[in-house]
């Protein structure tokens, strides 16, 4: 072959080279072209299709409509997108774990996850929860044991006894209550006396647990309760007896409503009341009701502290209206308490000088005028 049909040859298949680039080069921005248009819109646009929401814009929506919003009655109802089981098999588990992390996790669902489970299961619920120290897992482990109590009591108390103590100590409270609403506030006392003496003791000492749940049971009941502390296993209960009563009153002392049965509570205690508590609740009250702190007298039996009760609520009184101490120094004169009749006049004599002084400042002597 010539020189001359060798050089055509190359530049023809040169130019099918490049012609063959072009082409795919145009190919390629044609297809973009059809996969991103141009900014005008078409002239009627193709109704998406509909995307199932995710489970925190359901969340959202419902609290943005809360005239649609209902209470779920299980948590598969809330979550729908999880499909739950009555087993704890791997999604109960992978949910669990985005309960306890999850930063806006709602009571109501720990509640809703743990009623949603049979009884069959509470045992590998509680094993998951036993290593966990998030507030959700408290939280949840209280619930357990509510609920656990409900249905079966001593099997609930008998996986409490396998915890160490500071998870006994947190789950109590849950056995307690659920089971003083059925058998009685003072009678549970008694119980769990008897079954966790150290634990209760330790509860009550650091966090006045039992003075706490007292608040919520009829007067009668405090009262009842009250004798069953008193007269628990050994000596160190009758001090806290002493306690959980001046905690009751305490929670009387802010309620205007009730704040006289203070009163009551301590002339029908059913042991005699420690004088030294006596007085810190009279020097409380006499701020609020100094009639109410005088009637506690009587109850503040030591003499350093009935005498410093006595100032108190005589100084208290004084402000309020002199003229009553009067009446009481006539009330100790009759029951022959001399130096409480004493004190009284003299804080009354004491704050006379100074009232008189007061109204000559303010209404001082005008002579006639002459003219």
Request: charged share 25%; net charge negative.
């Amino acid at each position: 072959m010539s020189d001359d049909a060798s050089r055509s040859r190359a530049q023809l298949e040169r130019a099918l080279f490049w012609g063959c680039g072009w082409a795919l080069s145009l190919l390629a921005v044609y297809g973009a072209a059809r996969m991103w248009p141009s900014g005008e819109p078409p002239a009627e646009v193709a109704e998406a299709p509909a995307v199932e929401s995710t489970p925190v814009e359901q969340v959202a929506t419902a609290e943005e409509a809360p005239e649609q919003s209902t209470q779920p009655a299980t948590w598969a109802e809330l979550r729908p997108d999880i499909g739950l089981g009555p087993r704890m098999d791997y999604r109960r588990r992978a949910l669990l774990q985005e309960i306890l992390t999850e930063e806006s996790s709602r009571p109501e669902w720990i509640t809703t996850y743990v009623e949603s489970l049979p009884i069959t299961e509470y045992p590998e619920l509680l094993q998951l929860l036993q290593d966990d120290l998030s507030n959700s897992a408290t939280i949840m482990l209280a619930v357990l044991f509510a609920e656990w109590t409900r249905q079966d009591p001593e099997g609930a108390v008998e996986a409490m006894r396998g915890l160490e103590q500071r998870m006994r100590r947190n789950v109590l409270p849950s056995i307690f209550e659920v089971r003083a609403e059925t058998n009685g506030y003072a009678n549970t006392v008694r119980w769990a006396q008897q079954q966790f003496g150290d634990d209760l003791l330790v509860m009550q000492r650091n966090g006045s647990f039992l003075s706490n749940s007292l608040n919520s049971q009829s007067f009668a009941e405090q009262l009842t309760a009250l004798e069953a502390i008193y007269l628990g296993p050994d000596e160190s209960w009758q001090e806290q007896a002493q306690n959980a009563a001046a905690d009751l009153a305490m929670s009387y002392m802010y309620d205007n409503v009730q704040r006289t049965r203070i009163v009551d509570l301590y002339e029908h205690l059913p042991f005699q009341p420690n004088s030294k508590v006596v007085n810190l609740v009279v020097s409380q009250l006499a701020e609020q009701e100094p009639g109410a702190a005088y009637r506690l007298l009587d109850q503040v039996a030591l003499p350093q502290e009935r005498q410093e009760a006595m100032q108190t609520v005589f100084r208290a009184q004084s402000q309020r209206d002199p003229a009553e101490l009067l009446v009481w120094a006539q009330d100790f004169e009759a029951k022959g308490d001399t130096r409480g009749a004493e004190l009284a006049r003299q804080i009354y004599n004491a704050e006379q000088p100074a009232a008189q002084e007061e109204v000559f400042e303010l209404t001082p002597f005008e002579l006639p005028s002459l003219e």
